[in-house]
């Protein structure tokens, strides 16, 4: 017998607004697949007012609004029967952040979900790694955000640490990031990897994402320390203009990358990882995940 559903994953991060549908396919006997339908990226970069002044401005706010009633006709439209709307850093940090879930609720019926850095992190620790990892290796799982970044680290095909930072793109661009939490963060990465011969990063993120595609890497290939650092140097000799024109990067993106890949190249250098895996992976493919295996409250489509 085959069944086949759709479930949907709100993650509203600080730096953009995503909604990715999934097709569950259950079929007698065989696993069951997530397959992506639909993925829908708003770059509404609610860090940019939260790290500043500590709340989200009223233009964004109806940014918000529009959005989630967007998402809501996105969802019947293709017929999804389950959701979840999760909100990270930039709303669980804002002063208004609470009363903005209460009022798109009431306008656009979408229930969002604030959760701290621990949970987000066992979110994404709900998207089946096993598919990309080889158990005999060891990795430091590194999720780059725009207001933090969740890292995770796995033996033998178990999570046996993981802890979430405060340092993300546009908090970083917004130089809101001191020495000490980058110290933290070093002593945290060498504390957890020191016990271990060779260590592997596996990056998730739009960043990283972008980073493997430029690299024409073939899926599964990783990319090296070296490609990294030195596309790191090639982007920072570039302006923001000409990182949009010549590089041909989205202009939301254009800025963050440079801070993305000097979190994930601090990572690489203070576990001595000389590769990185970019499985396409993160917080909604856990939260689809997480709905399906009802491991998360959830919501139905109204």
């Given at each position: 017998?085959?069944?086949?559903?759709?479930?949907?994953?709100?993650?509203?991060?600080?730096?953009?607004?995503?909604?990715?549908?999934?097709?569950?396919?259950?079929?007698?006997?065989?696993?069951?697949?997530?397959?992506?339908?639909?993925?829908?990226?708003?770059?509404?970069?609610?860090?940019?007012?939260?790290?500043?002044?500590?709340?989200?401005?009223?233009?964004?706010?109806?940014?918000?609004?529009?959005?989630?009633?967007?998402?809501?006709?996105?969802?019947?439209?293709?017929?999804?029967?389950?959701?979840?709307?999760?909100?990270?850093?930039?709303?669980?940090?804002?002063?208004?952040?609470?009363?903005?879930?209460k009022a798109?609720?009431?306008?656009?019926?979408?229930?969002?979900?604030?959760?701290?850095?621990?949970?987000?992190?066992?979110?994404?620790?709900?998207?089946?790694?096993?598919?990309?990892?080889?158990?005999?290796?060891?990795?430091?799982?590194?999720d780059v955000?725009?207001?933090?970044?969740?890292?995770?680290?796995?033996?033998?095909?178990?999570?046996?640490?993981?802890?979430?930072?405060?340092?993300?793109?546009?908090?970083?661009?917004?130089?809101?990031?001191?020495?000490?939490?980058?110290?933290?963060?070093?002593?945290?990465?060498?504390?957890?990897?020191?016990?271990?011969?060779?260590?592997?990063?596996?990056?998730?993120?739009?960043?990283?994402?972008?980073?493997?595609?430029?690299?024409?890497?073939?899926?599964?290939?990783?990319?090296?320390?070296?490609?990294?650092?030195?596309?790191?140097?090639?982007?920072?000799?570039?302006?923001?203009?000409?990182?949009?024109?010549?590089?041909?990067?989205?202009?939301?993106?254009?800025?963050?990358?440079?801070?993305?890949?000097?979190?994930?190249?601090?990572?690489?250098k203070w576990?001595?990882?000389?590769?990185?895996?970019?499985?396409?992976?993160?917080?909604?493919?856990?939260?689809?995940?997480?709905?399906?295996?009802?491991?998360?409250?959830?919501?139905?489509?109204?």
């Amino acid at each position: 017998m085959l069944t086949i559903k759709k479930y949907a994953a709100i993650d509203i991060g600080s730096n953009a607004v995503r909604l990715l549908i999934s097709i569950i396919i259950e079929e007698n006997d065989k696993p069951v697949r997530f397959k992506k339908s639909s993925l829908v990226r708003v770059p509404i970069r609610l860090g940019a007012d939260v790290f500043v002044q500590n709340s989200i401005s009223t233009e964004n706010i109806e940014r918000m609004h529009d959005t989630m009633l967007a998402f809501n006709l996105l969802m019947k439209t293709h017929k999804v029967v389950r959701y979840k709307a999760c909100a990270t850093s930039a709303m669980r940090e804002a002063t208004n952040g609470k009363d903005i879930t209460k009022a798109i609720f009431e306008r656009s019926n979408i229930n969002i979900d604030i959760i701290d850095g621990n949970e987000e992190a066992a979110i994404i620790a709900a998207t089946d790694l096993n598919d990309y990892i080889d158990k005999d290796r060891n990795y430091l799982y590194v999720d780059v955000g725009g207001g933090s970044t969740e890292f995770s680290i796995i033996h033998n095909g178990h999570k046996v640490a993981s802890q979430s930072f405060k340092i993300g793109t546009v908090r970083l661009l917004n130089n809101m990031v001191k020495k000490k939490s980058w110290k933290n963060l070093e002593d945290w990465i060498k504390e957890n990897t020191k016990e271990y011969e060779k260590v592997d990063v596996i990056g998730s993120g739009g960043n990283i994402n972008k980073i493997f595609k430029v690299s024409g890497k073939a899926m599964g290939k990783p990319l090296t320390y070296f490609y990294l650092s030195s596309y790191y140097k090639k982007l920072k000799s570039y302006s923001y203009e000409e990182r949009i024109t010549v590089l041909n990067l989205n202009q939301d993106r254009a800025d963050v990358i440079i801070p993305a890949m000097k979190i994930y190249l601090s990572a690489m250098k203070w576990s001595k990882a000389k590769h990185v895996y970019v499985p396409k992976i993160g917080l909604s493919d856990g939260i689809i995940k997480s709905v399906y295996y009802d491991t998360v409250s959830s919501n139905e489509i109204i």
